[in-house]
């Protein structure tokens, strides 16, 4: 049996972990990896891209009922043969809670304590797994992945206050050490202001780590108006980037309210994704960033969210 121990990553012995992260060899804990039996509708194919992606109209309703045929894939420009395509609602889901707990957020932890319980709870079916870390100056794991919610609940429950604020290395340990290895649909939950004080690394290394890793990021503010200091502080533009390149959202609560109304919209939306896959006319394993650009032509009233590229293979 694991313990539940917090595992901290940054702290102490921070410049020989620095050496590990930059050669990518740092390991938080061996995780329950799911067999690739699990996951029978997932496209394991070294060369085939995959993309998870989310349609909504103009007033954000998500839309549900597309074909293949009514999309343009194009990579670094080039059109792009869809060869599989799906609604993934069904495919298992792997999930990692990120929650802040910096000085800053002492006033609305509570909140962010119960509605992330009631999300897990909600969301998590058996074949789904989770994990639960927290970050200020450190970044621990405080659950590793499992599909207990009172594992996963008790874990949530001891988060505590710390100091300063290590956003860019938590999405990074989450995406390089946890969620690359998994399969299937895999997605952050980060319960942040934003604003980083502590990391080590830079955003760019937090967005390229998920990116790599096939990871979609959806942000909550915990900066909620008039409720945390006045609403001021934090980084508005740092949750807007790491949903935006992912293929997520980031979600700016104005009252307390609203915080639950987020986790909400979070959930239908992971109920609501469509995925598709094709093999990549670019055949050259050299490591480089390809963009992504899906559309749908015919039907311009329609908006796509996805991620806007991927890292090819490297041989």
């Known amino acids: 049996m694991r313990s539940n121990t917090p595992v901290p990553v940054f702290g102490r012995v921070f410049p020989l972990l620095?050496?590990?992260?930059?050669?990518?060899?740092?390991q938080l804990l061996s995780q329950k990896s799911r067999s690739p039996d699990d996951d029978q509708t997932?496209?394991?194919?070294?060369?085939?891209?995959?993309?998870?992606?989310?349609?909504?109209?103009?007033?954000?309703?998500?839309?549900?009922n597309l074909n293949k045929e009514d999309l343009l894939v194009e990579e670094?420009?080039?059109?792009?043969?869809?060869?599989?395509?799906?609604?993934?609602v069904t495919l298992p889901l792997t999930l990692a809670i990120l929650i802040d707990t910096s000085p800053s957020v002492e006033s609305i932890l509570g909140l962010e304590k119960e509605t992330a319980i009631e999300f897990?709870?909600?969301?998590?079916?058996?074949?789904?797994?989770?994990?639960?870390?927290?970050?200020?100056?450190?970044?621990?794991?405080?659950?590793?992945?499992?599909?207990?919610?009172?594992?996963l609940n008790k874990a949530i429950q001891?988060?505590?206050?710390?100091?300063?604020?290590?956003?860019?290395?938590?999405?990074f340990l989450a995406c390089d050490e946890k969620l690359k290895?998994?399969?299937?649909?895999?997605?952050?939950?980060l319960i942040s202001d934003g604003g980083d004080t502590t990391s080590k690394l830079r955003i760019k290394d937090g967005v390229e780590s998920a990116q790599r890793a096939d990871v979609i990021i959806y942000a909550i503010s915990n900066r909620v108006g008039g409720f945390f200091f006045g609403g001021y502080g934090g980084d508005d533009g740092t949750l807007k980037k790491y949903a935006e390149t992912t293929g997520g959202k980031a979600f700016f609560p104005s009252k307390p309210q609203d915080f639950k109304k987020a986790f909400d919209a979070?959930?239908?939306?992971?109920?609501?994704?469509?995925s598709l896959a094709y093999n990549s006319s670019n055949p050259a394993k050299d490591g480089s960033y390809?963009?992504?650009?899906?559309?749908?032509p015919n039907q311009k009233n329609l908006k796509i969210r996805a991620k806007k590229g991927y890292y090819a293979p490297k041989s």
Request: glycine share 6%; proline share 0%; net charge neutral.
């Open 76 to 88: 670094d420009g080039r059109k792009e043969q869809i060869t599989y395509f799906s609604k993934e």
């Open 42 to 64: 997932l496209r394991v194919s070294v060369d085939l891209v995959n993309v998870l992606f989310t349609v909504t109209d103009n007033n954000g309703r998500l839309i549900t």
């Open 18 to 26: 620095l050496i590990f992260l930059m050669l990518g060899e740092v």
């Open 266 to 274: 979070i959930q239908e939306e992971l109920r609501s994704q469509y």
């Open 181 to 189: 290895h998994e399969t299937g649909r895999k997605a952050i939950i």
């Open 290 to 296: 390809r963009a992504l650009k899906i559309s749908l």
């Open 158 to 171: 001891s988060v505590s206050i710390g100091s300063g604020t290590s956003v860019h290395d938590a999405v």
């Open 120 to 151: 897990l709870q909600t969301v998590l079916r058996k074949e789904d797994l989770a994990l639960v870390m927290n970050f200020d100056r450190s970044v621990s794991l405080l659950q590793d992945f499992t599909s207990d919610t009172r594992r």
